[in-house]
């Protein structure tokens, strides 16, 4: 929607659940067409104030107000930000919420192969992988469980765009029985996705469950990823750790699995567990997620089930307090936040603070805790001029 007025324009974008609403001053009011692909793009005149604005990180959406050529600033995407000399006063900005790194650690021993339901073979599985027997009687609508966790994690994947994904395996691929690869099959990325799903599609199972060594792999490996965005490891597995000492037997291993995961949420990176499977065989699970920081594993012996699961992990670490602004302030002692419309302080303790940059703003003590818990909705920000005044209350 567009609308000009008294030598301003006034540009709307809906972007998902979010609404950015932009005013910026400019000289000469400028018109809005369609871009490249489907993307929503603004062309302008060239007086001074001139601003372009690039949300595509989040909405493949980007405006233009006032030409390139204007004396205002540029400003860039959230992923190059510069600085926002035009905009400032009157101009609300909704962030994008900062980026986090998800690192899905994924058992690949041959029970994957069994029934989502039961501790045995659907008739599905091919003849000449099964280590073990059919059910008998076959479950009703007999799913293996590496055909429900290849779909469930490629629909994750998809519906998370605010989540980098990588893969790692455990066992690793064309390798020996409990060993895991130093680094992940699919390593940290905001495009793994297609990568994950064709990986998966076409994987092979294999023996022993070395789940001990795959999270101690994980954390080295996110503790070099040289990213600043929040991290966290997505365990999912079938069954009780094995491979006690390196050792391709059957032997279980949770004391050292349970050590491991520990270490890592010490460092910051919190461990989600999915139980995948009858949750008789799973008890031990939820020791593994209070040792990761997470209270409780979440099970799935059904292809819901494992896609609720899923979809419940990704939406708590989804939920940040962190948020990205695609420009920086003009005045760092003059940026405004307001959560649900409302003007809160800037305090450490309760209220917001600056993270690595001023273009980042991270909520403090209630605020965040509601925002975590569904209690607000809303961060937008105002970067102020020179005598503004920021209303206790926005529109």
């Not at 992923?79 to 994924?106: F, H, M, R, S, Y």
């Not at 994947?157 to 790692?168: D, F, H, Q, R, S």
């Not at 939406?315 to 959560?339: A, N, R, S």
Request: aromatic residues 6%.
């Amino acid at each position: 929607m567009m609308r000009t007025s008294l030598g301003r324009v006034f540009v709307v974008l809906a972007l998902g659940s979010y609404l950015t609403a932009l005013c910026l001053a400019c000289s000469s009011p400028g018109k809005v067409g369609e871009g490249e692909g489907g993307n929503r793009s603004g062309s302008g005149g060239s007086g001074a104030g001139g601003v372009s604005i690039n949300l595509s990180a989040v909405g493949g959406i980007s405006g233009a107000v006032g030409g390139a050529s204007g004396m205002g600033g540029i400003v860039g995407d959230a992923g190059n930000t510069g600085l926002a000399e035009g905009i400032c006063g009157d101009t609300v900005i909704t962030p994008n919420k900062a980026p986090v790194d998800v690192l899905l650690v994924l058992d690949r021993s041959d029970s994957m192969g069994w029934s989502m339901s039961d501790d045995c073979y659907c008739r599905s599985w091919p003849s000449s992988d099964r280590l073990g027997s059919l059910c008998d009687p076959q479950p009703a609508n007999c799913i293996d469980r590496w055909s429900v966790v290849s779909t469930a994690v490629s629909e994750t994947i998809a519906a998370t765009p605010a989540l980098n994904w990588g893969l790692e395996l455990f066992s690793a691929p064309n390798s020996p029985s409990c060993s895991v690869a130093l680094d992940p099959q699919v390593e940290i990325d905001p495009n793994a996705g297609p990568r994950i799903q064709s990986l998966l599609s076409s994987m092979d199972l294999q023996l022993w469950t070395p789940t001990a060594l795959a999270v101690n792999i994980a954390s080295l490996y996110l503790q070099r990823v040289p990213d600043l965005n929040n991290k966290a490891i997505l365990l999912a597995t079938d069954g009780q750790p094995n491979c006690k000492g390196g050792r391709s037997d059957a032997t279980e291993d949770m004391e050292a699995t349970t050590a491991a995961v520990a270490s890592a949420a010490s460092v910051g990176f919190p461990v989600y567990v999915v139980g995948i499977g009858p949750t008789g065989a799973l008890a031990n699970l939820d020791e593994l997620a209070v040792a990761g920081g997470t209270e409780h594993y979440y099970p799935a012996d059904s292809s819901q089930a494992l896609a609720d699961a899923l979809a419940a992990i990704a939406k708590i670490i989804e939920t940040t307090c962190e948020y990205q602004t695609p420009t920086l302030p003009p005045d760092v002692e003059k940026v405004y936040v307001y959560v649900d419309k409302k003007l809160i302080e800037k305090s450490d303790v309760n209220g917001w603070t600056f993270g690595a940059s001023p273009s980042d703003i991270i909520l403090t003590g209630t605020y965040c805790a509601d925002l975590k818990a569904g209690i607000t909705s809303t961060v937008q920000i105002i970067f102020g001029c020179e005598d503004y005044i920021p209303p206790a209350v926005i529109p």
